[in-house]
């Protein structure tokens, strides 16, 4: 604990020391604004982390890595009626990819509108928005791909314009603790046309790189950026801490703000706060993340205590097993208190739904009373092996088992 609040406190000295106004104003900026309660605690160094649904701002490639069906809302309130919305849904398909929706909006209104003689009439907003379109993908063990096609959309009184646009994304993962992330924004550059001045959004390049330390608990990332304009390359930096399984402390800076904040997760709901320091002041972002499904081995056996010489002679294992690549073999174990595997199922390739158990051995003998531990193991067809969590039964012939309430002797 002293170790990870001292890292989080020697990286808050550095994101205060280097801290620096930065360069506003260019088109498309909002599109990087802030997104993603996780992202902004670590000072947006997130291409090479890149794993959570703002992954499709930072790095879409990011997405290839992510496990369940996740739906991200983020609402921020701004100064001057001035508000920030993101909103993002990804899907994984066993076998295809990972797809994403999103969409952002960076909206201001109450501004009063005027004629000729300068009375006003009115009042009006403007606002950039964006819908984008996000695919991924691992095409080795250790490189994962992914784009963007993104429809942009500007408002500014009675002027409005639109432009189409698109990225591509590279995530590289040469070991267990180190993630390179590469992100071209705009490689397909937008162009908005207001009234008779068209704009288009400059090619940006992100590198990224995030080391994962005692078994993921000490995250720290860095980004650089290089918009292919004028302006100079972007620094930022981050890290993320794991005090308690579940809970995440993060610090970092972009060089225009120094940023703080914690997630914590209670599945199926993430919660990830941040608060930026800046020169126009104090920002709270936060954002609430819902995950559901997924690739994993889950089991369940129903009923989790029988008797083969009672009414209910044997228990049914329900069987939940999603992988992200096509299956090609599994098996699954049934364990006495000793270890011992006493019954034995596989196949070849996608497992069944359930199996029935009937208190018997691989000889075909009556396995003797007790607890025994059912686990599966799988294997895709990129060799990946998955196991599930142990899943508990009871088998207990002391007594026959009947219809209704029957309190079984320990």
């Known amino acids: 604990m002293k170790r990870i609040v001292s890292v989080i406190l020697i990286c808050a000295g550095m994101a205060a020391f280097a801290f620096a106004a930065g360069d506003y104003g260019t088109p498309g900026e909002y599109l990087t604004w802030g997104i993603g309660g996780e992202a902004s605690g670590l000072g947006r160094a997130f291409t090479g982390l890149a794993d959570d649904p703002s992954a499709v701002i930072y790095n879409p490639a990011g997405l290839a890595q992510q496990n369940p069906l996740q739906i991200t809302l983020q609402h921020?309130?701004?100064?001057?009626?001035?508000?920030?919305?993101?909103?993002?849904?990804?899907?994984?398909?066993?076998?295809?990819?990972?797809?994403?929706?999103?969409?952002?909006?960076?909206?201001?209104?109450?501004?009063?509108?005027?004629?000729?003689?300068?009375?006003?009439?009115?009042?009006?907003?403007?606002?950039?928005?964006?819908?984008?379109?996000?695919?991924?993908?691992?095409?080795?063990?250790w490189l994962a791909g992914g784009v963007n096609l993104k429809l942009v959309d500007e408002s500014v009184f009675l002027e409005n314009g639109m432009g189409f646009g698109a990225d591509a994304a590279l995530l590289w993962t040469p070991?267990?603790?180190?993630?390179?992330?590469?992100?071209?924004?705009?490689?397909?550059?937008?162009?908005?046309?207001?009234?008779d001045t068209a704009e288009s959004f400059p090619i940006t390049m992100k590198l990224g790189f995030a080391f994962k330390f005692l078994g993921d608990r000490i995250i720290p990332v860095f980004d650089i950026e290089k918009e292919f304009t004028q302006q100079d390359l972007k620094f930022m930096m981050g890290v993320e801490a794991y005090p308690i399984q579940d809970l995440a402390l993060r610090v970092g800076y972009d060089e225009t703000e120094i940023t703080f904040g914690a997630?914590?997760?209670?599945?199926?709901?993430?919660?990830?706060?941040?608060?930026?320091?800046?020169?126009?002041?104090?920002?709270?972002?936060?954002?609430l993340t819902l995950e559901f499904g997924g690739f994993d081995i889950n089991l369940k056996a129903d009923p989790n205590i029988f008797s083969p010489v009672g009414v209910k002679k044997n228990t049914t294992i329900a069987i939940y097993a999603v992988t992200k690549y096509p299956?090609?073999?599994?098996e699954l174990n049934i364990m006495n208190e000793d270890g011992d595997v006493v019954r034995t199922y596989s196949g070849d390739e996608k497992p069944p739904t359930s199996i029935i158990w009937d208190g018997k051995d691989d000889r075909g003998l009556p396995v003797s009373d007790g607890e025994y531990k059912i686990v599966m193991k799988v294997k895709d067809k990129n060799n990946t092996s998955i196991e599930s969590?142990?899943?508990?039964?009871?088998?207990?012939?002391?007594i026959p088992m009947q219809p209704g309430s029957i309190k079984l002797e320990e």
Request: glycine residues 8%; without cysteine; proline residues 4%.
């Open 76 to 141: 921020v309130a701004l100064f001057y009626d001035t508000m920030f919305d993101f909103a993002a849904v990804t899907y994984p398909v066993s076998g295809v990819g990972t797809f994403a929706l999103s969409y952002l909006r960076l909206g201001s209104t109450g501004y009063d509108s005027r004629d000729n003689n300068w009375n006003t009439s009115g009042t009006f907003g403007i606002s950039d928005q964006a819908f984008i379109l996000s695919y991924a993908k691992d095409m080795t063990p």
């Open 175 to 195: 070991t267990e603790m180190i993630n390179v992330g590469l992100d071209i924004i705009n490689i397909v550059p937008p162009t908005v046309k207001l009234s």
């Open 263 to 287: 997630g914590y997760l209670i599945k199926p709901v993430k919660l990830d706060y941040s608060i930026s320091i800046d020169t126009l002041g104090i920002t709270n972002r936060a954002a």
């Open 327 to 330: 299956i090609s073999e599994w």
């Open 389 to 398: 969590g142990k899943e508990t039964v009871k088998v207990s012939s002391a």
